[in-house]
């Protein structure tokens, strides 16, 4: 899969904001990276199943899920290879991993298919 490092999360109360970066970079598997079809954030809390947060295409549309509506925001740089997360209004119960994905990238060695990122905590305290 191509790489991808997530950065940004952290500790926060409640009402804070933060803001997440997704970068891709090349991989042995991948070699240089042309282009990437979607980009998303998912996430996940304990003992529950992972869940998308919101997700954009290369030309910038973009899909929230409901929980987030309003409060965050998806954008990207195809330039850089890299999506963001603005996280506004922060809540409790957004305490999660939240993950990077990338749907589709063209490389040099051909497409790569759902790449993800390791990870980034976000914890919201009360």
């Known amino acids: 899969q191509v790489q991808l490092v997530e950065s940004g999360g952290g500790l926060v109360q409640a009402g804070g904001s933060l803001r997440l970066s997704c970068a891709a970079s090349r991989s042995a598997a991948s070699g240089s990276i042309y282009s990437i079809g979607a980009m998303g954030w998912y996430r996940q809390a304990p003992g529950k199943q992972r869940e998308l947060v919101a997700d954009?295409?290369?030309?910038?549309?973009?899909n929230y899920a409901d929980f987030v509506k309003g409060r965050f925001t998806i954008s990207r740089d195809n330039a850089k290879n890299t999506v963001y997360l603005q996280m506004n209004s922060l809540k409790p119960e957004d305490t999660a991993v939240y993950y990077c994905n990338a749907d589709r990238a063209a490389t040099q060695r051909g497409p790569i298919f759902d790449s993800w990122g390791q990870g980034t905590q976000v914890t919201v305290s009360s």
């Open positions: 954009i295409t290369s030309g910038g549309d973009t």
